[in-house]
Nanobody, 119 residues
């Protein structure tokens, strides 16, 4: 079965850094576009950063210049390096794997990891 397991969340002071990891199994990782989403209490889930199967990254305007997404296909893992963290970055962070095939769209989610930024 498909599993996406996030790790690396925690409590950090404003201005600090965290590195999130998402280890995937049960999928052909290299063929999937990967994304990091976040959801704060009372807010909708939003896309933070994504990276295509070909390695092209994209970022939400709110994190550009502060966050970096990367992937290691040999380790079936996607990372989110978060620097200059702000209290507004506080949220549950979720990993997503997405692939479009002739059979349709396949999308999988991890269980999430909490990031809390104190002011």
């Amino acid at each position: 079965q498909v599993q996406l397991v996030e790790s690396g969340g925690g409590l950090v002071q404003a201005g600090g850094s965290l590195r999130l990891s998402c280890a995937a199994s049960g999928i052909i990782f290299s063929l999937n576009d990967m994304g990091w989403y976040r959801q704060a209490p009372g807010k909708q889930r939003e896309l933070v950063a994504s990276i295509t199967s070909g390695g092209n990254p994209d970022y939400a305007d709110s994190v550009k210049g502060r966050f970096t997404i990367s992937r290691d296909n040999a380790k079936n893992t996607v990372y989110l390096e978060m620097n200059s963290l702000k209290p507004d970055d506080t949220a549950g962070y979720y990993c997503n794997a997405r692939r479009v095939t002739i059979r349709g769209l396949f999308s999988y989610w991890g269980q999430g990891t909490q990031v809390t930024v104190s002011s």
